[in-house]
């Protein structure tokens, strides 16, 4: 059986990055981030931004972070309350 059918494709979302940053090369450029869980889970974003502040750039990374944080712990307390009365 061949195990590699189900496997995401963990490099595709980095080359779709690499794309996206040449695509885009005549603009400021604002940072970019490729996050890939084992799961699959991504986080991708590419800021073009033309005051180039650097704290929107993380500020704005932590936040996404903190969404799928929160979405895996909610999924956690579903998970965990089926059954009990």
Do not use: C
């Not at 704290?55 to 895996?72: D, G, H």
């Amino acid at each position: 059986m061949d195990t590699d059918i189900a496997r995401p494709n963990y490099s595709t979302p980095f080359t779709t990055m690499a794309e996206a940053i040449t695509h885009n090369a005549g603009s400021t450029f604002g940072g970019a981030v490729v996050i890939v869980a084992p799961d699959g889970t991504r986080i991708e974003t590419l800021m073009l931004d033309a005051s180039g502040e650097i704290a929107q750039f993380w500020s704005t990374i932590k936040t996404r972070v903190e969404i799928v944080i929160a979405n895996l712990q909610d999924q956690q307390r579903v998970a965990q309350s089926y059954g009990r009365r």
